[in-house]
């Protein structure tokens, strides 16, 4: 059935969304996790790490040492006090997404049915009208829906979230029943009852747009649209700390071409405005999106492709400013900047999207966590003078909880597949299923990245049509081959394009080039004037004081340093480089991988001489 929804008031016209007959107008779709096994030498110990340590952690926390489960307990009773901040339901809701992608590569019987007694908890205290959030339960229902900024609906998108990915990796279903009916309390409450309400922090949108692709349920869908329509209109009482431009309500978000605010609601907001205009015609939506990617690649991006620079406000300031022992960069905000960038490589096909996506997972997601899974950054600078370090949990958990659902979630990232292509967006060792057409095909992937620069892609099955590889931008030179022989191919938007018909047992090898790469900032931004960062293959290197302990403040490299690279057993096996000029050495580890020995000085950003 067609739904005409209501935009924002009586006043506006209505607007007829998508059928549910009507395609998604992306140019790929990607392979879930839940069809890809990761099995990659840089990869799968961090999988592990996550499964063994970082889950762990999240659990602990949750259930002793913050209370966030007694929460749920207590609202189930409808008695008791509520605990912690008011948005705490969220990171129980993470944690459990993030077990579910982590029980596809490590499955575990008792973790699963740990989760299950996590979920019974969950639907003991929904209310009976489908409302379900622990703050309101617990300090007064009559206070429920009153203030925008409360993250009501925040706390309703993740739980939704969690819910497609436990059924997804486990087949049950109990948790993502408990997320419709509030979904479709939501519904009735705001949307039909012609209602405003604009979610002071967005993610609820895009993760409607995950349960309609699901269930292929229309009011999903018209939902998520009627929720972005009402942003920008004066309908929000959001104004009264930060100002509207720190929730994206200054304009409709179809007007939206330079981006401001709170960085990691705005990532939130950009991929719901990417997934709802892959499937409704004419919203405008990605109009304003090319122009925002623009804005934050060309003007507010770190090279690490974190973003985010204001302490106060969690965001962003004005172009080209971009400090680096201040610079905020908040994990979240990179985990955003991926799921952002993937959903707009979906969309165009254009591996430019990629090119971010992979700066941000390598250096700006994973130096959010340690070598072992059991500590964080909230923050992520680009220098310290050796006061920043990781801690084992935040009073705003936000970011461990995002990390433990993010890192198992990588094989998302891997494949994508059109009617008559199978893409390769990221090289991890992994083997995947892809729906290409009608015909699932199974293809297995070794690569030595991001140390060594050769990956090989094997058919399992045969498969008619293109492969498309995409080129990395790092790689300074790049060879294909097709069974050993050279292989001719065309590019397109990035990708090399290679059609044939394929057989079982084909075997397609990319021989990337890593070198050493100075990269000089543009010169309007002012911080980084007269210095450079070092980037070999996808990694950003920093200097810490530990490795240079007698020159650090003196450190500098030029047109002349002379780089080794050496492979060494630090910090989980990763490739160092010591650079030689005159007199002076200079080692560099990945960026990813600083404060995971001593407290110390770091540097990504080193002056050029």
Known sequence: MKHTIIIAAAALCCVTSCTQEQVSQKAMSQVGFENVRIQDAFWSPILENNARHTIPVCIDQIEN?????????????????????????????????????????????????????????????????????????????????????????????????????????????KLLQVARRMVDYMIETFMLADRHWVPGHEEIELALCKLYALTGEQKYLDFAYWLLEQRGRGFSNLAQTYGIRHYQDEVPVKDLREIYGHAVRA????????????????????EALDSLWEDVTGRRMYVTGGIGVAYRTEGFSAPYDLPNYDAYCETCASIGMVLWNHRMNEWKGDAKYVNVLERSLYNGVLAGINQTGDRF?????????????????????????????????????????????????????????????????????????????????????????????????????????????????????????????????????????????????????????????????????????????????????????????????????????????????????????????????????????
């Open 267 to 286: 990532m939130y907001l950009f991929c719901g405005m990417a997934d709802v205009a892959s499937y409704v015609p004419n919203t405008g939506y990605m």
């Open 377 to 609: 950054f909230y923050v992520n600078p680009l220098a310290s003078f050796g006061q920043h370090h990781r801690q084992a949990w935040y009073g705003c958990a936000c970011c461990p909880s995002n990390v433990c659902r993010f890192i198992p979630s990588v094989g998302n990232y891997i494949y994508g597949t059109s009617k008559d292509a199978l893409w390769v967006n990221l090289y991890v060792g992994s083997e995947a299923t892809c729906r290409v057409g009608r015909k699932d095909i199974k293809v297995k992937m070794e690569t030595g990245l991001p140390w060594q620069g050769t990956s090989r892609l094997t058919f399992e099955t045969p498969m008619k049509g293109n492969l498309r590889l995409r080129l990395p931008d790092w790689a300074q030179s790049i060879g294909i081959t097709v069974n050993g022989e050279p292989a001719e191919y065309e590019t397109d938007r990035g990708y090399a394009v290679l059609n044939r018909r394929w057989k079982q047992g084909d075997v397609v090898e990319l021989a990337t080039e890593l070198s050493v790469k100075p990269l000089e900032a543009d010169p309007r931004v002012k911080e980084d004037e007269g210095q450079r960062a070092i980037q070999r293959g996808p990694l950003i290197y920093c200097a810490e004081q530990i490795d240079n302990a007698e020159n650090f403040q003196d450190i500098a490299i030029s047109a002349q340093t002379k780089w080794q690279e050496q492979p060494v057993g630090i910090l989980g096996g990763i490739t160092e480089l010591v650079g030689q000029q005159d007199e002076q050495t200079v080692t560099l580890i990945p960026y990813y991988a600083w404060d995971n020995r001593e407290a110390c000085e770091m540097r990504v950003w080193l002056p050029w001489k």
């Open 65 to 173: 040492q913050t209370g966030r489960i007694r929460n749920f307990e207590n609202a189930a009773k409808r008695e008791g006090q509520h605990s912690g901040i008011f948005f705490d339901d969220s990171d129980v809701y993470k944690a459990v997404e993030g077990v579910a992608y982590s029980l596809v590569n490590n499955p575990d019987a008792e973790l699963e049915k740990h989760m299950d007694e996590w979920i019974d908890k969950f639907a003991a205290a929904q209310l009976e009208d489908g409302y379900i959030n622990t703050y309101y339960t617990l300090t007064g229902l009559d206070k429920r829906w009153t203030d925008m900024d409360k993250h009501e609906m925040y706390c309703a998108g993740h739980m939704l979230e969690a819910g497609i990915a436990y059924y997804k990796a486990t087949g049950k279903d």
